[in-house]
């Protein structure tokens, strides 16, 4: 299992994780609960219910470099391409935009 914290404008938002069955985001209650939220994409708005999928959210996996900064980031982290949750946590720290995501290294 893998996890991420999505940060919307540098507060906690929710939490994607990747396990054996898929993907899973889910917002953050004090986030939910807190003083006019914003949804982390249009196609994921606020609810208390986590979003499941079997493939990465189109939203995240849309974040992730294209083209030779893919390269690049490929060839400094050693990240197969076709692992999408490795390439995000890896390389959206510090993504353009009001959301970014951060490696949950263990709990």
Same mark, same amino acid.
């Given at each position: +299992?893998?996890? =991420? @914290? ?7 938002? #929710?939490?994607? *994780?990747?396990? &054996? &069955? ?7 209650? =004090?986030?939910? @609960?807190? &003083?006019?939220?914003?949804? *982390? ?6 609810? =208390? =219910? /986590?979003?499941?999928?079997?493939? +990465?959210?189109?939203?995240?996996? #849309?974040?992730?470099? @294209? ?6 980031? @490929? ?10 949750? #490795? ?10 935009? /009001? ?9």
């Amino acid at each position: +299992m893998r996890k =991420a @914290e999505v940060k919307y404008l540098d507060r906690t938002a #929710g939490w994607l *994780v990747q396990d &054996e &069955e898929g993907y899973h985001f889910l917002y953050d209650q =004090a986030y939910l @609960e807190s &003083e006019n939220p914003k949804p *982390v994409s249009l196609t994921l708005p606020l609810q =208390a =219910a /986590a979003y499941s999928s079997k493939t +990465m959210f189109p939203f995240f996996d #849309g974040l992730i470099p @294209e083209g030779w900064l893919l390269d690049v980031a @490929e060839r400094n982290w050693k990240i197969n391409p076709r692992d999408r949750m #490795g390439l995000l946590m890896n390389c959206c720290a510090d993504c353009i935009g /009001a959301v970014n995501v951060h490696p949950v290294l263990s709990e």
